[in-house]
T-cell receptor, first 111, second 112 residues
């Protein structure tokens, strides 16, 4: 089955700096790559996603890049703010409905 | 529009007790899922239902059963709870053929 590795497990940045979280996957059939944000005590919420026919996608301060050849994709958050502090999960899907998740990154934005 | 609603939010069980976690969605989604979240392990799929009347095992189904009661509701049952089932359980739903999943707020279950 699919294996998704996510790094780093914890990330601390100063407010205003950029944050990058990276994921690698094993299944070459994967074609959908979402990122979820989970705030304390809440369920994961989809923040951005990318499909395999696109290399990069941006939405205001967040962006996702995909390298299908190398089987990795990354989440970039620019101009980080305290409200960006949360756990972030990457995931993949190979065309069906099921998602395989990474192990999560605890992002802390310090003032 | 509530999205995905889970009940209860918290539960403590004794080893061997049984319970059912309830989930309902109001987005008219065909597909529903149950995940468990454990520290350092991300979210792992327990069972899913691609459409009303069908259920399939996910990555970690042992010790659980599910029922897709109707299009809106998907329940998860623990017949004889074990301490290893202490976890946070999330229900999610998505449209047919699409993997964009919407999650509930979770149920924090402790088995002592």
């Amino acid at each position: 089955g699919e294996n998704v590795e996510q790094h780093p497990s914890t990330l601390s940045v100063q407010e205003g700096d950029s944050a990058v979280i990276k994921c690698t996957y094993s299944d070459s059939a994967s074609n959908y790559f979402p990122w979820y944000k989970q705030e304390l005590g809440k369920g994961p919420q989809l923040i951005i996603d990318i499909r395999s026919n696109v290399g990069e996608k941006k939405d205001q301060r967040i962006a996702v890049t995909l390298n299908k050849t190398a089987k990795h994709f990354s989440l970039h958050i620019t101009e980080t703010q305290p409200e960006d502090s949360a756990v972030y999960f990457c995931a993949t899907s190979g065309g069906g409905n099921k998602l395989t998740f990474g192990t999560g990154t605890q992002l802390k934005v310090e003032l | 529009n509530a999205g995905v609603t889970q009940t209860p939010k918290f539960q403590v069980l004794k080893t061997g007790q049984s319970m059912t976690l309830q989930c309902a969605q109001d987005m008219n989604h065909n597909s529903m899922y149950w995940y468990r979240q454990d520290p350092g392990m991300g979210l792992r799929l327990i069972y899913y239902s691609a459409s009303e009347g069908t259920t399939d095992k996910g990555e970690v189904p042992n010790g659980y059963n599910v029922s897709r009661l109707n299009k809106r509701e998907f329940s998860l049952r623990l017949e004889s709870a074990a301490p290893s089932q202490t976890s946070v359980y999330f229900c999610a739903s998505s449209e047919s053929g699409r993997a964009e999943a919407f999650f509930g707020q979770g149920t924090r279950l402790t088995v002592v």
